[in-house]
DNA sequence: CGCTAATCTAGAACAAGTTACAGACTTGGT
DNA sequence: ACCAAGTCTGTAACTTGTTCTAGATTAGCG
């Protein structure tokens, strides 16, 4: 159900890809610094040299801008992650293996962390396309490390609640409720349904 | 680790009290109608009958406002719950049971849920100790469901997982990216493992 | 090229969370 | 009953997200 995002509107000409690139960038680079309270709306615009009304245009409200900042990040991660498969036996040790390698990743930049999931979870419908987005590609990216290729619909499930773990657990995180080792505990038991919810499944 | 919560500072009057109940009060029936957006610090001031400044000196800003808003409407359902226990066979469906029920009232305001859920996913640091209240409020509600006298460690990673899903799958059912049955799915689908990572464990 | 519609800019204006402050009211101790 | 300290009220100011507007620029097209 709704299939396409965003781009079917208009094709975007060389300059406006560029614009959209240097608000995405400052975004980035504000929130890396300073987290959810230091992407501040006028600044962005500053920083990527385009006037307010236009960052407007292009992200409606600045948690359009976060979570579009964060499909941005998830594209690249996605895309790293690919170039070296995780090598568990199983298929749950695959699927945390590979979020653990995206926790290191969020806990190189906290900061960054804390502004795109902030705003993800923070979103409301207003906004639900663009998450349905990231949770997409969030799906895709554990499936593909299980290297299941026609996983069940309890796996699925299973998936589902990884997910929901995975935020919620960064969640804790950020706001330092929980440790980063407990984090990691919380993604291996919530992986460990993958095989648990299935018969034998191995590589 | 800090076990304790706010009620050590001063015992509060009588007239204190009060004015703290008025307050929440009136930001759960704000949040009833309108949701996150509708709990305008002004007009809880004002639906309280107090002033702005006192407003901020009981809850320092909106967000601790709503998670304490949770805290008590959480307690309500904890004792509501403890009255008529659930009735499962064994202890994951006795929880999934239980967070269903708790599902179920919600449902019932859900722009209070909405209200209350964002602030608490995105509460920061400065909320932690009350956030962290919440969470060892869900926590016992959930345990209390099972019925486990001495849970496992493992079936206390359990819980959290549990927990995580509980609330992420909230968000996505607040931000209409999920169904309530999908929530339903979703809340089971974790509450298995509660029997899984552990020996058969009857009632 | 020259026109027209769309887009972009700069900046003011507005909304709601938060802070600050002066003066009135309470409280607790004597 | 009186005083000092702390609390509450009413109100203005400040911050940052968001909206609006008038004029400049750009893009596409004949």
């Known amino acids: ?36 309270e230091a992407v501040q709306m006028r600044e962005v615009a500053e920083a990527a040299e385009v006037a307010l009304g236009t960052l407007y245009r292009y992200f409606p409200s600045k948690i359009h801008l976060l979570v579009a900042t964060m499909q941005d990040q998830l594209q690249h991660l996605h895309a790293t992650l690919r170039k070296r498969p995780p090598a568990g036996d199983d298929a749950s040790q695959r699927a945390a293996e590979t979020l653990m ?3 290191r990743a969020l806990q190189r930049r906290p900061h960054l962390a804390d502004a795109m999931v902030r705003a993800l979870t923070f979103a409301d419908r207003s906004v639900s396309p663009e998450v349905d987005a990231v949770s997409r ?19 699925l499930s299973a998936v589902r609640v990884i997910e929901h773990t995975w935020h919620s657990a960064l969640i804790s995180w950020l706001s330092g409720r929980a440790s980063i080792a407990q984090v990691g505990i919380d993604i291996e038991t919530a992986c460990r349904l993958i095989d648990l919810t299935a018969g034998p499944e191995r590589a």
């Open 137 to 155: 590609l969030t799906t895709a990216i554990i499936l593909d490390a299980t290297g299941l290729e026609h996983p069940t619909p309890e796996q």
């Open 1 to 36: 159900m709704t299939a396409d995002a965003r781009p079917a509107a208009t094709p975007l000409t060389e300059r406006q890809e560029a614009r959209r690139r240097r608000i995405l960038h400052a975004s980035a680079l504000l929130a890396g610094r300073g987290g959810f």
């Open 101 to 103: 390698r995206a926790f």
